[in-house]
T-cell receptor
Framework: ETGVTQTPRHLVMGMTNKKSLKCEQHLGHNAMYWYKQSAKKPLELMFVYNFKEQTENNSVPSRFSPECPNSSHLFLHLHTLQPEDSALYLC?????????????FGPGTRLTVT | GESVGLHLPTLSVQEGDNSIINCAYSNSASDYFIWYKQESGKGPQFIIDIRSNMDKRQGQRVTVLLNKTVKHLSLQIAATQPGDSAVYFCAENAGGTSYGKLTFGQGTILTVHP
């Protein structure tokens, strides 16, 4: 996919590690999102950035730290994670002015915490 | 609390048949609905959306129907093909201060048999 890209696609980390997930959107959008997708659960919104400002933190534990340096890039910094944090982490973007809710997703990063 | 749910978690159809995937929502303030398709190993892919001021919207081989009276949403896929096999999610947005925040349902697994 060239619209929204995410790296790495797969990540295995120990509970004491620090790692970062990266998302880049090539659609000229100005809003970006992080979602968590666990097995047998609906997609859970984690963070929303609108024009590089965080507008939503959906009660996410502080071991997840987002960063949005510009409207094209979004990071999720991870530290001291728990095994229950293992999931697919999805990034999405949308354009304010059009339907802000019409979000375009990346392929996700499959995270395994050991 | 408010939630979006699906009537059927799995649906199996024969190639060439029409498929209907249903979704119930409970937030009467929701004014925008969207269907996504997620194939194995990929992120959700936008299919079609509809605003609450419409009852029906058609795309290529897909139709979304909205019944606000009973808070029901459906996705119809005409002439279903094996490539349509995926998990289908409905999502809603309540607008207002929830603008940009999508609430997702559990998903329905569609399997198309050749």
């Amino acid at each position: 996919e060239t619209g929204v890209t995410q790296t790495p696609r797969h990540l295995v980390m120990g509970m004491t590690n620090k790692k970062s997930l990266k998302c880049e959107q090539h659609l000229g959008h100005n809003a970006m999102y992080w979602y968590k997708q666990s097995a047998k659960k609906p997609l859970e919104l984690m963070f929303v950035y609108n024009f590089k400002e965080q507008t939503e933190n959906n009660s996410v534990p502080s071991r997840f730290s987002p960063e949005c340096p510009n409207s094209s890039h979004l990071f999720l910094h991870l530290h001291t994670l728990q095994p229950e944090d293992s999931a697919l982490y999805l990034c999405a973007s949308s354009q304010e002015g059009q339907s802000l809710s019409k979000q375009y997703f990346g392929p996700g990063t499959r995270l395994t915490v050991t | 609390g408010e939630s979006v749910g699906l009537h059927l978690p799995t649906l199996s159809v024969q190639e060439g048949d029409n498929s209907i995937i249903n979704c119930a929502y409970s937030n009467s303030a929701s004014d925008y609905f969207i269907w996504y398709k997620q194939e194995s190993g990929k992120g959700p892919q936008f299919i079609i959306d509809i605003r609450s001021n419409m009852d029906k919207r058609q795309g290529q081989r897909v139709t979304v129907l909205l019944n606000k009276t009973v808070k029901h949403l459906s996705l119809q896929i005409a002439a279903t093909q094996p490539g349509d096999s995926a998990v289908y999610f409905c999502a809603e947005n309540a607008g207002g201060t929830s603008y940009g925040k999508l609430t997702f349902g559990q998903g329905t697994i569609l399997t198309v048999h050749p």
